[in-house]
């Protein structure tokens, strides 16, 4: 069974730094997309980033300058950077990424990681 485990959240002060982690494990024969997205209380899950195999991110535009997504393609691994935290950016981080099994090698299937809290506070 595919599994995706966010890990690295926690509470910062505003101006401050944290690295999430999304480590993905399981009968994989690869993965393609990965992202990370947000959802804040009372708010709509929101895209944050997302990077493609061959490494092409985009970003939403709340976060340019001040995250940065990365990859361990041979680890399975997802990153998320994120500098210059802002009360704002508080929320539950999900990692999502689109992968393919040996159960299924063809077909690419979504998966969400349960979530890690970020809360940006003095």
């Known amino acids: 069974q595919v599994q995706l485990v966010e890990s690295g959240g926690g509470l910062v002060q505003p101006g401050g730094s944290l690295r999430l982690s999304c480590a993905a494990s399981g009968r994989i024969v690869s993965i393609r997309n990965m992202g990370w997205y947000r959802q804040a209380p009372g708010k709509q899950r929101e895209l944050v980033a997302t990077i493609t195999s061959g490494g092409t991110t985009n970003y939403a535009d709340s976060v340019k300058g001040r995250f940065t997504i990365s990859r361990d393609n041979a680890k399975n691994t997802l990153y998320l950077q994120m500098n210059s935290l802002k009360p704002e950016d508080t929320a539950v981080y999900y990692c999502?990424?689109?992968?393919?099994?040996?159960?299924?090698?063809?077909?690419?299937?979504?998966?969400w990681g349960q979530g890690t809290l970020v809360t940006v506070s003095s």
């Open positions: 999502n990424a689109d992968i393919a099994t040996i159960r299924s090698p063809w077909e690419y299937f979504e998966r």
